[in-house]
């Protein structure tokens, strides 16, 4: 049974073909997470007030001080979401949460 073998043959160090093979894999890299980047914005934008927890296009926003916290207004999932860092803010600061509650149960009041 024969082997496959493959050979690669690397250019020499400091020759003119090292230089732009180096530099075409650094301009395929930065294209690559430019391309995330963009993707992953355009993501967020299009989502941005989707619920996590029920999918709908239903996210209210509340703003307590300096945290905003989104609630789903949808009925049946009532899901709280908090961007990195609030929930630390808002236990740093626990003279809020009485006032967050009530902003936050206002909604559903009838």
Do not use: W
Request: glycine fraction near 6%.
């Amino acid at each position: 049974m024969a082997r496959k073998v493959s050979v690669k043959i690397q250019p020499k160090k400091g020759s003119e073909e090292a230089y732009f093979a180096e530099r075409e894999q650094k301009l395929i890299r930065e294209l690559r997470d430019r391309a995330s980047k963009e993707k992953t914005a355009q993501y967020r934008e299009e989502h941005k007030y989707h619920c996590f927890r029920c999918g709908t296009e239903s996210l209210a926003e509340i703003d307590e001080g300096n945290v905003k916290i989104d609630i789903c207004v949808n009925e049946g999932c009532g899901a709280l979401h908090l961007d990195p860092g609030e929930l630390k803010e808002i236990i740093s600061h626990q003279q809020t949460i009485p006032s967050t509650r009530s902003a936050f149960l206002s909604i559903f009041k009838k």
